[in-house]
C-alpha cells in the first residue's frame, strides 16, 4: 500500500497506483500463473510423452534383436557358459567387476563363434536404431548383479566386456526378472558411468522357459531434456506475446467499463463538493454522467445521483430545523431571563430595612425550571414568604410557574390568611386545568414586629429553622395537599415565632433529591449538616454553602431537578439604624473614617480587641479604595454601620463608584511562604477574612458594596 493518500501524489504515482495500472498488473500476474501451470502441465506431458516413446522404440529394438539372434544361433549356451563361470568365481576373486585378471578369465568366450554371431547381430541393431547401446546380459538375483555377455559398445571407457558385472538395485531386478510379459519393462536411473538412462529389454528363455538371459537397450534422457529445453523456448516466446495481448485488452476493457467511470464519478463528487463551498445550488451532478454499464458501476452512479438529490432536500429540511432550533433556543433564552427577572434576584433585598435579611437562589435542571421562590412586603410591618416546586420541567412547568407566583403574591397584597391564599389559588387553579399540572407550595407571613410567623404547607418539603443561639432543625409542619390537585381543598395555617437571630431556610426536593454518580441522593442529614456548619454565617453565605456542597456531592452527575434554596435572618426591631459617612477616596482620609467608626463602636460597648480589628479592616479596605478603585481619576467613598441585637454585631459595608472588582474571588496566599516567594497582594484581604466573622459582596446600580460583619 502507497504510504501517501491519493491527494498527496503526484502526477506519475497516480498513474503508478491507478485502477488501469493494477488492472494490467493483476492481468499480467492472472495470465503468468496460469501460463506457469500450463507450462509445468506441458513440460510433464512432453517428457511422459518423449521418454515412452524412447522406450517403446529401444524395447522393440531389442525384441526384433532376440528374434534374429535365435533364429541364427542359441544364446542360451553362451548365457549358461558365463553365468556358470561367473558363478564359480570366488568373490574375493570377482573383485568390482572391471578387474583385468578376473576379465581375462572370460577371453575364449570372445573366441567362440555363438559370441562373435551375437555381437555382430547387437551392433547392426544398435547402430541403425536411436538407442546408445544394446546388449546381451543377466540379472543375478543371487549377488544382485547385472552380469555382461556381450556388448558391441566400441568405447574403451563405458563398454562392458564378458563377465564384466554391476550392482543393480531391488527395483531393477525385480521388473526384469518377474516381467509378465504385459507392459513394456524399463528402469530410469542416474549413474556416475552414463548419467540419467534408461534401461528396456526382453528376456531369452531356456526351452523350459527359465530364464537364460536379456537382450537390453538403453536409453539416454538427454535428448528429452534437450527436447524439452527447445518446448520451453518456443512457449514462453508464445506465452510472452499472449499474456500481453490478453493484459492490454483487459485493461483496454476494465478502463472502458471500471475505471473511466468511477473516474467520472470521482470528478462528479469532486465538482459536487466545490459547488456546496461556493454556495452554487446545483443538484444533477451524478444524474448527468449518462453511465450504462449494466451493472455496480452504473448502480453506483445512480445511488449517487439519488443521494445528491436527498442531500439537497435534507439540507433545506436542515436548514429550517436549524433556523426553528435557534428561534427556540433564543426564545428559551429569553425564557430563562424573563424567568430569572420573575424571581427577586437583587441582594440586599430590602436594604432599608434593619429587621431582617433574606437571600435565595434558583437553579434549574433545564434552561427554566419549575421551581420558585418570592419574598415581598404585604404591608410595612408583614413580610410575605413563598417556596414552591410546579411538575413536571421545562418550559410548561416554568409557565405554570409564573402564573402560580402572580397569584400567590396578588390574593396575598389583599391581606388574606395563608390558609385563605393558598385555597383561593387552588381553585382558581383547579377551575381551568386540564393539564392536570400541580404545585406545592410553603407560604409564611412574618410579623416584622414581634417575629410572628404564620404559615401553610402545601405538599411541600419541611422548613428548616434555627432558634437564637441553636442548632438548624426540621419543623415538621402539618401537610395539606398539592395546589391543583383538588377542587375545594382545604388548608390548615400554623404558627411560629422567630425570636431575633433565628434563621429560617426554605427549599424545594431539588436540594434532598440531588444524586451523584453512584445514585445516592444528598439527602436531609447532609443539608442539615452544611447548615449546621455554617450557623453563624448571613443568608446569603449559608444559600452558597449548600449550593457548594451539592456541587462537590453530585461531581459530573447530571441535575435532574431545579435547586431552589431561600434563607431569611430575623433581627427584630431592637436592630439600631444605619449610619453612613462619605469622604475623598485618599489614604489621608482614613483617620477621619476610623474616628466616625470608633464613635459609634463606643456607644455599642464594643471590646477593644474588636475594636482593633475594625480599625484594621477599616484602613485595609479604604486603603484598596484609595489606591485602586478610580485608577487615579479620584472618587469617594462611602462607609455605613448598622449595629444588630442578635446575635450582638456590626455591620459595616464599604461603597465606592470605581471599576467593579470583588476581592473575594481572590485566592488567598499561600502564608507558609516567604515574603521572597510569595504573590504580591492579598495579604490584606486575607487578614480581613480571618478577622471578621462574614463578608460578602456585590455590585449594585454601579457601586462595589463590601459588607463586613463582626460579632461582639
Known amino acids: ?27 499480467v500476474g ?8 500450463a507450462l509445468i502441465i506441458g513440460l510433464g506431458w512432453y517428457a511422459y510423452s518423449y521418454s515412452s516413446q524412447l522406450i517403446k522404440g529401444a524395447f522393440g ?52 563363434e555363438d559370441y562373435v554371431q551375437i555381437l555382430s547381430i547387437l551392433k547392426d541393431f544398435r547402430d541403425s536404431s536411436t538407442v546408445s547401446d544394446v546388449y546381451y546380459a543377466m540379472y543375478d538375483e543371487e549377488t544382485g548383479m547385472l ?88 512457449y514462453g516466446i508464445s506465452m510472452f506475446v499472449l499474456i500481453n495481448l490478453v493484459a492490454i485488452f483487459m485493461t483496454r476493457h476494465m478502463k472502458k467499463k471500471l475505471v473511466q467511470p468511477i473516474n467520472k464519478i470521482a470528478e462528479a463528487a469532486e465538482a459536487y463538493l466545490k459547488d ?40 433545506d429540511d436542515l436548514t429550517r430545523v436549524a433556523a426553528e432550533k435557534e428561534r427556540i433556543s433564543i426564545e428559551l433564552s429569553l425564557a430563562t431571563r424573563i424567568q430569572a427577572d420573575m424571581l427577586p434576584n437583587i441582594f440586599p433585598a430590602f436594604p432599608d430595612r434593619s429587621e431582617f435579611d433574606v437571600f435565595a437562589s434558583m437553579k434549574p435542571a433545564k434552561e427554566v425550571g419549575g421551581d420558585f421562590y418570592d419574598f415581598f412586603l404585604i404591608d410595612e410591618d408583614h413580610l410575605g414568604l413563598v417556596m414552591a416546586d410546579v411538575s413536571g420541567k421545562g418550559v410548561p412547568a416554568a409557565l405554570f410557574m409564573m402564573v402560580s407566583k402572580i397569584l400567590v403574591q396578588n390574593i396575598a397584597m389583599s391581606g388574606k390568611s395563608p390558609a385563605e391564599v393558598i385555597k383561593t389559588i387552588n381553585d382558581q387553579i383547579c377551575a381551568n386545568n386540564r393539564e392536570e399540572m400541580f404545585v406545592t407550595v410553603w407560604f409564611g407571613v412574618l410579623d416584622l414586629r414581634d417575629g410572628t410567623l404564620r404559615a401553610v404547607n402545601a405538599g411541600h418539603e419541611y422548613p428548616i429553622l434555627k432558634k437564637p443561639g441553636g ?44 444524586s451523584n454518580v453512584d445514585s445516592v441522593l444528598f439527602g436531609t442529614g447532609r443539608t442539615l449538616e452544611v447548615l449546621n456548619n ?83 479592616a477599616i484602613d485595609e479596605l479604604l486603603g484598596n479604595i484609595a489606591r ?21 454585631a456590626v455591620e459595616l459595608t464599604f461603597i465606592d463608584g470605581g471599576t467593579p472588582y470583588d476581592p473575594l474571588k481572590k485566592d488567598d496566599p499561600d502564608i507558609s511562604l516567604g515574603a521572597d516567594e510569595r504573590e504580591v497582594g492579598g495579604l490584606g484581604i486575607f487578614l480581613v477574612k480571618k478577622t471578621m466573622d462574614d463578608m460578602k459582596y456585590e455590585y449594585k446600580d454601579g457601586q462595589n458594596r463590601l459588607t463586613v460583619t463582626k460579632l461582639l
Open 534 to 616: 455554617n450557623k453563624d454565617a448571613g443568608p446569603e453565605t449559608v444559600v452558597q454553602s449548600v449550593n457548594n456542597a451539592i456541587s462537590e456531592f453530585c461531581g459530573s452527575a447530571p441535575q435532574f431537578d431545579d435547586i431552589t434554596l431561600m434563607c431569611l435572618e430575623y433581627f427584630g426591631k431592637g436592630n439600631t439604624e444605619m449610619k453612613e459617612i462619605t469622604v475623598e477616596a485618599k489614604i489621608e482620609n482614613i483617620p477621619e473614617v476610623t474616628d466616625f467608626v470608633n464613635g459609634e463602636l463606643e456607644k455599642l460597648e464594643c471590646s477593644l480587641k474588636a475594636q482593633m480589628q475594625i480599625d484594621v
Open 471 to 514: 442548632d438548624f432543625e426540621l419543623v415538621k409542619d402539618i401537610h395539606g395537599f398539592v395546589v391543583g390537585g383538588f377542587a375545594s381543598s382545604k388548608y390548615r395555617e400554623y404558627e411560629l415565632k422567630l425570636d431575633p437571630g433565628a434563621k429560617l431556610f426554605l427549599y424545594t426536593d431539588g436540594v434532598t433529591e440531588a
Open 276 to 315: 456546496k463551498k461556493d454556495g452554487v445550488g446545483v443538484t444533477d451532478h451524478f444524474s448527468k454522467l449518462n453511465i450504462n454499464t449494466g451493472d455496480e458501476v452504473e448502480n453506483l452512479a445512480l445511488i449517487m445521483a439519488d443521494m445528491e438529490t436527498d442531500l439537497a432536500d435534507y439540507e
Open 61 to 112: 529394438v531389442t525384441k526384433n534383436a532376440q528374434q534374429i539372434i535365435s533364429k541364427v544361433v542359441d544364446p542360451t549356451s553362451l548365457g549358461h557358459d558365463v553365468m556358470d563361470l561367473y558363478r564359480s568365481v570366488p568373490e574375493e576373486t570377482r573383485g568390482d567387476g572391471d578387474d583385468a585378471g578376473y576379465l581375462s578369465l572370460y577371453d575364449s568366450f570372445t573366441t567362440r
Open 1 to 27: 500500500m502507497p504510504e501517501k493518500s491519493v491527494r498527496e501524489m503526484n502526477k506519475y504515482e497516480r498513474l503508478r497506483y491507478s485502477l488501469a495500472s493494477r488492472t494490467f498488473h493483476t492481468a
Open 628 to 648: 485602586y478603585a478610580y485608577g487615579g481619576s479620584g472618587g469617594n467613598a462611602t462607609v455605613q454601620i448598622r449595629a444588630k441585637e442578635e446575635p450582638k
Open 30 to 37: 492472472g495470465a503468468m500463473i496460469l501460463g506457469i501451470v
Open 147 to 234: 552380469v555382461y555377455f556381450a556388448d558391441p559398445d566400441e568405447d574403451e571407457d563405458t563398454v562392458c566386456p564378458t563377465g564384466f558385472f554391476e550392482t543393480a538395485t531391488k527395483k531393477e531386478l525385480n521388473t526384469f526378472l518377474n516381467w509378465n510379459g504385459k507392459k513394456t519393462p524399463y528402469y530410469i536411473e542416474k549413474t556416475d558411468r552414463y548419467g540419467w538412462i534408461c534401461t528396456t529389454g526382453i528376456s531369452v528363455n531356456n526351452a523350459d522357459g527359465s530364464i537364460a538371459g536379456f537382450i537390453l537397450a538403453d536409453v539416454t534422457l538427454k535428448e528429452v531434456g534437450s527436447g524439452m529445453l527447445k518446448f520451453l523456448l518456443q
